[in-house]
């Protein structure tokens, strides 16, 4: 036991070792330092981070050398936002870039400081009163970022196509989200136009999420997943339920089809990842924050996972199928080869050798006549 214990002593050693000579080399080579605080990892998010890294590196700063980057995940947990916040803060980086509005929101108030900050994925910057004040235009202090507006007419459009007899739609959400409230009014507007009927359950926690679908069966037609941190970082639990009732589920952005909804019209992550790498980089080159733009990201990109769909029993068009930007799912077309050119010509080069030594050993016998 006392060999274990010092082995694991030692592992831990080595390991705050590596993480000091990280952050040593970056300062020794003046590598810049950004902050990202996260809700929950799931795939959108994922997505977002990873666009925007791409985005930093195709504009000169390669990881651990031109940037580094530290990350605090509340893991889905409102406990947790305000402390990954107040942490983040606390090691005064380049610059910090929170993800979503509850996030945001919260930095709003911890950021005394007034550090950079550059936010991605937050839904209704003015409406959350994360700009203070400022518009889109000139946001004005210490802050701007990149603002998703998901087309919400479209992705229940889409809903009313793949189910042209659906009547009542269940809604889950967490109302204590500014995005959440946003997306509500848009439905409800929505609705005045269409004969559609809401039936909406609330929770406050991701441990609600199982009862919270479980009061939608028998009630609605389908449940349809507007983007929600809550609910996003913790969709199988409704998945989970619907799967076993047979109501189908739709979403409102592509994570939540990647993990098991049927179908959305949504935003490109990647790309609003990439926005964001852009004002970085100005903040960095020595802009002010205040004095840069909003950056609106729209899309209309289609995201389906035929798997579901199957499951749920919900025909995909073939025409909707060909348009989509990504097909999930078992039966989803394969991707097409990565193979680089020269690998292309070597293959035939090899065929083309086979061939002649084949052709050779079959007219030995003859040569031999």
């Not at 080399?25 to 330092?33: L, S």
């Not at 209704?124 to 946001?139: F, H, N, R, W």
């Not at 009014?185 to 009927?197: D, F, S, V």
Request: glycine fraction near 10%; proline fraction near 6%; include cysteine.
């Amino acid at each position: 036991m006392k060999g274990r214990g010092m082995g694991a002593a030692i592992r831990r050693a080595v390991l705050l070792s590596s993480v000091l000579c990280v952050a040593a080399h970056g300062a020794e080579t003046g590598a810049r330092r950004i902050a990202i605080m996260v809700p929950v990892t799931q795939p959108v998010v994922e997505e977002t981070i990873a666009g925007f890294k791409r985005g930093m590196e195709s504009l000169g700063y390669r990881e651990g050398i031109g940037v580094t980057y530290s990350l605090y995940d509340a893991a889905g947990d409102p406990n947790r936002f305000t402390p990954i916040v107040q942490a983040a803060v606390e090691t005064t980086p380049d610059v910090l870039v929170p993800v979503s509005t509850p996030i945001t929101q919260r930095l709003i108030y911890e950021n005394v400081a007034g550090l950079p900050t550059v936010f991605i994925a937050v839904t209704d910057p003015v409406g959350a009163s994360i700009l203070q004040g400022g518009t889109l235009e000139k946001p004005g202090g210490w802050i701007t970022g990149v603002a998703d507006v998901f087309p919400y007419d479209a992705q229940l459009d889409l809903v009313r196509r793949l189910m042209p007899r659906v009547a009542k739609v269940g809604l889950v959400y967490n109302p204590s989200e500014e995005n959440s409230q946003f997306a509500i009014k848009q439905l409800a507007e929505y609705a005045k136009h269409r004969p559609i009927e809401y039936v909406n359950v609330t929770v406050a926690t991701p441990g609600e999420l199982t009862a919270a679908a479980n009061s939608l069966v028998g009630k609605v037609d389908c449940i349809y997943l507007f983007p929600d941190n809550t609910v996003a970082g913790n969709v199988g639990a409704v998945l989970t339920v619907a799967r076993s009732a047979g109501v189908p589920v739709f979403a409102g952005d592509s994570g939540m089809v990647k993990q098991g909804a049927v179908a959305t019209v949504s935003i490109g992550y990647e790309g609003v990842g990439k926005l964001a790498a852009e004002l970085v980089d100005k903040v960095l080159r020595g802009a002010k924050p205040g004095e840069l733009s909003v950056r609106i990201a729209r899309g209309d990109e289609y995201y389906l996972n035929v798997e579901a769909a199957r499951e749920f029993g919900v025909d995909l068009p073939k025409d909707l199928v060909q348009r989509a930007t990504q097909v999930y799912g078992a039966a989803a077309p394969a991707e097409p080869s990565r193979r680089l050119p020269w690998q292309a010509g070597a293959a035939l080069v090899a065929v083309a050798a086979i061939l002649i030594l084949l052709w050779w050993v079959l007219r030995r016998p003859s040569t031999r006549e």
